[in-house]
């Protein structure tokens, strides 16, 4: 490895000459450590064929460690100063390979398309406030992503790879699991962050597969998921009653399911709610 990555010092420099106050709203906290970094970039597992999706790339802390292996990177920021220094910072540490670099200045709920080539991993330090619904947005719109390493805040990583069954299974467990499997792989302590946040951050690693083979579409699936969740005390029957016109019918459309109407969501797998969902109205409609 160079010694081209970003430490606490250049990181304040760039913030002073950006004139960047790290707000909460947008999870603004930048890795100042090389060697964070560097195991982020290991443990993702990324290679010289990968073209990385980075969401938020900030000052370009783990940006350059992703140059430093991939094939490429497409960094999608929000804040327009930042989106525009990332470049010129590549450039400046990295200039062999600053030219593998495409930086996008958008909010990444809304990207819908991505230039060619396709991403192939998505490696990034998500924002705090909007992780779940940009990961799942991000492996709903772009396909061509196998597996990725995301590091959000503990408490969401514990949420994100819990089981069926378990305390923190809910609706981002469910969701992800139409899309891949995710493994809780490591921590990260809030000192190698500027500003400190005030919590720890998990790594999450995630291989792409199959969804649920379902007559049911994906939208139908959530809905399910997303009912199944908003009264998580209550039982199938009666939490899908709404969905379904009565607690009875929901009760037939589990058994036919082969569920438990007595059962509570927290106990069903993603493929329980696809054998579910199917006998909502619609649902032979195709699949996306």
Same mark, same amino acid.
């Given at each position: ?57 900030? %000052?370009?802390? %783990?940006?350059? &460690? ?26 400046? +540490? %990295? ?30 330090? %998500? ?39 378990? +305390? ?17 792989? &490591? ?54 009653? &709404? ?25 069903? &797998? ?19």
């Amino acid at each position: 490895m160079s010694d081209a990555l970003l430490d606490p010092r250049t990181i304040r420099a760039l913030a002073a000459e950006l004139d960047l106050r790290p707000t909460k709203q947008r999870g603004q906290n930048f890795v100042h450590d090389a060697n964070t970094v560097r195991r982020i970039v290991a443990v993702s597992g990324v290679g010289p064929d990968d073209v990385v999706l980075e969401i938020g790339p900030g %000052l370009g802390s %783990l940006t350059l &460690g992703l140059l430093e292996v991939a094939a490429g990177v497409i960094a999608v920021e929000i804040e327009g100063s930042l989106a525009a220094r990332l470049p010129r910072t590549a450039s400046e +540490r %990295l200039p062999g390979r600053a030219d593998r670099l495409r930086v996008i200045e958008a909010d990444a709920l809304r990207v819908d398309e991505l230039p060619d080539p396709q991403p192939t991993a998505v490696v990034a330090n %998500l924002p705090y406030n909007v992780s779940v619904p940009v990961l799942l947005h991000l492996l709903a719109r772009f396909p061509s992503v196998t597996r990725g390493l995301v590091m959000v805040q503990a408490e969401v990583a514990d949420r994100l790879v819990a089981p069926p069954g378990s +305390r923190t299974y809910g609706v981002p467990s469910a969701k992800l699991a139409w899309y891949c499997s995710a493994k809780r792989v &490591g921590s990260v302590p809030p000192t190698v962050f500027w500003p400190v946040p005030n919590v720890e951050s998990g790594l999450v690693a995630l291989v792409r597969r199959d969804p649920p083979g379902t007559q049911a579409t994906r939208e139908q699936v959530f809905t399910v998921v997303d009912a199944a969740f908003s009264q998580r005390r209550k039982m199938l029957r009666q939490a899908l009653a &709404g969905l379904f016109g009565s607690a009875a019918a929901a009760t037939d459309a589990l058994l036919a399911a082969g569920v438990d109407p007595q059962a509570r969501g927290e106990v069903l &797998g993603i493929a329980d709610f696809a054998r579910i969902a199917e006998a909502l109205p619609l649902a032979g409609a195709a699949t996306r």
